[in-house]
């Protein structure tokens, strides 16, 4: 079976752009969460989607935002970079939502931004 | 807040030797889950053992075992015969099971010495 994939590995932008990040989760898994990994701030939790249904936001502006389609494809838009949003951006899924006793979180190999 | 706390920035340790990194939490829950997980250069991350707070047995899995200590809330990993592939960012994560993801320490960098 296939593990998460996220793309594009590796994206350059410069402040005041937007970029969209995409993450395909493992085949079957309902559940994608997106996490922020700075050094400064460590990992940070940023939402979570089940059923295209956001369940819960990390503490992040409204410049963060995503969406998930029905085959559970999730995407996160960044408008108006700035260039403290030069992170590496990980999403995981999961076969249920969280909450659920057997809720492991299977990781993608994240998308490095760079905002210059 | 929940908050996850990793005092050592960075461990070392001999090859085949055997360590403990640390791991404190603070919450008020009285169910939730506990995480231990690698990042290897690759920046991939890799799940290594998990503990359910109800369960009272620490967990294991081959040379990785956790030292559970609910009142305390401590979650420490120990990583017996260590090998080269084992050294990473290793990282502590808490959930309380809702829908808030997980939270992170802000992990240990793990040096193996061949």
């Known amino acids: 079976k296939a593990g998460v994939t996220q793309t594009p590995r590796y994206l350059i932008k410069t402040r005041g752009q937007q970029v969209t990040l995409s993450c395909s989760p493992i085949?079957?898994?309902?559940?994608v969460s997106w996490y922020q990994q700075t050094p400064g701030q460590g990992l940070q939790f940023l939402f979570e989607?089940?059923?295209?249904?956001?369940?819960n936001k990390g503490n992040f502006p409204g410049r963060f935002s995503g969406r998930q389609f029905s085959n559970s494809r999730s995407e996160m838009n960044v408008s108006t970079l700035e260039l403290g949003d030069s992170a590496l951006y990980l999403c995981?899924?999961?076969?249920?939502?969280?909450?659920?006793?057997?809720?492991?979180?299977?990781f993608g190999p994240g998308t490095r931004l760079t905002v210059l | 807040a929940q908050t996850v706390t990793q005092s050592q920035p960075e461990m070392s340790v001999q090859e085949a030797e055997t360590v403990t990194l640390s791991c404190t939490y603070d919450?008020?829950?009285?169910?939730?889950?506990l995480f231990w997980y690698k990042q290897p250069p690759s920046r991939q991350m890799i799940l290594v053992i998990r503990?359910?707070?109800?369960?009272?047995q620490n967990a294991t899995e081959n040379r990785f075992s956790v030292n559970f200590q609910k009142a305390a809330k401590s979650f420490s990993l120990k990583i017996s015969d260590s090998q080269l592939g084992d050294a990473a960012m290793y990282f502590c994560?808490?959930?309380?099971?809702?829908?808030?993801?997980?939270?992170f320490g802000k992990g240990t960098h793990l040096i193996i010495q061949p």
């Open positions: 989607y089940f059923s295209e249904t956001q369940r």
């Open positions: 085949s079957g898994h309902r559940s």
């Open positions: 503990q359910e707070a109800y369960k009272q």
């Open positions: 994560a808490y959930s309380r099971g809702g829908a808030d993801g997980l939270t």
């Open positions: 919450t008020s829950e009285s169910d939730y889950y």
């Open positions: 995981a899924s999961s076969l249920t939502a969280s909450g659920s006793i057997n809720n492991e979180q299977f």
